[in-house]
């Protein structure tokens, strides 16, 4: 309720008129908002695995980069209501749903590329495994934001790391926990 098109234009040093005209209305800016978030998962998966030599490494960053934006329990509500809208309206769901695709085939190419260099066994189902790696990272924030016990960028990680070291090449989890 706190979106508005003035809060927006003062936000960016605009006048209302000028993000009017732009974006057409609040839905349009929010439809915008929702096609580049796709465009930004692929350039973060970019960015990441150039800061980190290990791909698993990459794929902690890259959730932890995601969900930075939710840092709190109360940001993560507001992404809550947010998703909310994004599954009734139909335009925006077009576009969670692209961003959803993005994420997954981001953490699938990290995964890939993790297969390749032994980090996880080969003959992993990395399309199956990224599912499962965004299904935590959600997860992981709902249950972080309702119990609120520690910091969400460390749980990401404990829990992402659990679930990749069932693939690791030794079952060894201690490599993921150095990032």
């Known amino acids: 309720s706190g979106l508005t098109l003035a ?19 609040k839905h349009g800016l929010l439809v915008a ?15 990441v695995r150039e800061e980190h030599s ?6 902690m960053a890259f959730a932890a980069e995601w969900m930075a934006p939710m840092a709190t329990p109360e940001r993560f509500a507001n992404h809550l209501a ?6 009734a309206d139909p335009h925006l769901h077009e576009h969670a749903l692209a961003v959803h695709k993005a994420q997954g085939r981001a953490i ?7 297969v390749s260099k032994g980090e996880l066994r080969a003959g992993t189902d990395t399309a199956a495994l ?14 972080w934001a309702l119990d609120r016990h520690g910091a969400l960028p460390q749980r990401l990680q404990r829990e992402i790391s659990s679930l990749l070291a ?5 079952g060894d989890s201690s490599s993921l926990e150095d990032s």
Not at 33 to 47: F, G, K, N, P
Not at 54 to 59: E, Y
Not at 82 to 87: A, G, I, P, Q, R
């Open 7 to 25: 809060a927006v234009a003062e936000e960016v040093g605009l006048v209302p008129g000028t993000v009017l005209q732009r974006f057409g209305s």
């Open 33 to 47: 908002m929702a096609r580049q978030s796709a465009v930004d998962a692929q350039a973060l998966r970019e960015r």
């Open 54 to 59: 290990s791909p698993l490494t990459a794929i």
């Open 82 to 87: 947010f998703l909310c809208m994004d599954l």
């Open 108 to 114: 699938e190419t990290l995964l890939a590329e993790a």
């Open 130 to 143: 990224a599912g499962s790696v965004q299904a935590i990272i959600a997860g992981t924030g709902l249950r």
């Open 166 to 170: 069932l693939h690791g090449p030794s």
